[in-house]
């Protein structure tokens, strides 16, 4: 009986480790606004979770998605908006392409994010 126990206390003990967290699952969606962002946004602005915009007037995804009170709901609706465009935005997206532009988007948010300086 005390060997059986002995052979039992590794299993037990393994049992009682904590598991890595779960990899949250991504939304439908994100990989393709992921590619359509890349597509057809990369040209002006930094679209990554990381980087400069190629045009200094283009705010960076992540700058947009952090700032203080911005929601899926609210870029959504901006983004559907084509008349909120600055002139040189001067295409159309889908509803398809702004509900995965966003779902892509909002990934960037991030509670620690800070500005990168001008």
């Keep these: 009986m005390k060997s059986l126990s002995l052979l039992c206390l590794p299993l037990l003990l393994a ?31 930094a679209v990554g979770p990381q980087g400069r915009s190629p045009r200094s007037a283009a705010p960076a995804f992540p700058v947009i998605v952090n700032h203080e009170g911005l929601t899926a709901e609210t870029l959504s609706t901006w983004l559907r908006g084509a ?28 509670p620690h994010f800070r500005r990168p300086p001008d």
């Design 83 to 110: 008349h909120n465009y600055p002139s040189e935005m001067d295409f159309y997206l889908s509803d398809r392409d702004v509900d995965r532009l966003v779902a892509y988007m909002m990934t960037l948010k991030d």
């Design 15 to 45: 049992a009682c480790q904590k598991l890595p967290p779960a990899q949250p699952v991504p939304s439908p969606g994100v990989a393709e606004g992921a590619a359509f962002a890349q597509a057809s946004c990369a040209g002006c602005h």
